[in-house]
Nanobody
Framework: QVQLVESGGGLVQAGGSLRLSCAAS????????MGWFRQAPGKEREFVAA????????PYADSVKGRFTISRDNAKNTMYLQMNNLKPEDTAVYYC?????????????????WGQGTQVTVSS
């Protein structure tokens, strides 16, 4: 098992930046592909970005491509999401997730472990 804790959320104006972190404990972090998802009020939880175990593959949702960057530091058991040029529609609770599968996944059903989430609010 692995435990995940997100941090770094907050309130920011449109056009601003935030960096989210996801700290993992428990089983070796490097065996998991990781992902970021978000859920806005009244909406389904949606895929944002994912990263393979080595960090070599990083798919993104079209809505964040070019603005968000996912990365990981396996030595620190931590994953990051750098979010630039934030828009009001990015407002949501952001969740990190770990997948024990052998391939990177963009669907939440392939993720086995989830953090509690961190709120990101972007004002216009």
């Amino acid at each position: 098992q692995v435990q995940l804790v997100e941090s770094g959320g907050g309130l920011v104006q449109a056009g601003g930046s935030l960096r989210l972190s996801c700290a993992a404990s428990g089983r070796t972090f490097g065996v998991y592909a990781m992902g970021w998802f978000r859920q806005a009020p009244g909406k389904e939880r949606e895929f944002v970005a994912a990263i393979s175990r080595s960090g070599g593959s990083t798919p993104y949702a079209d809505s964040v491509k070019g603005r968000f960057t996912i990365s990981r530091d396996n030595a620190k058991n931590t994953m990051y999401l750098q979010m630039n040029n934030l828009k009001p529609e990015d407002t949501a609770v952001y969740y990190c997730a770990a997948s024990g599968g052998t391939t990177i996944a963009t669907s939440r059903r392939f993720y086995d472990y989830w953090g509690q989430g961190t709120q990101v609010t972007v004002s216009s």
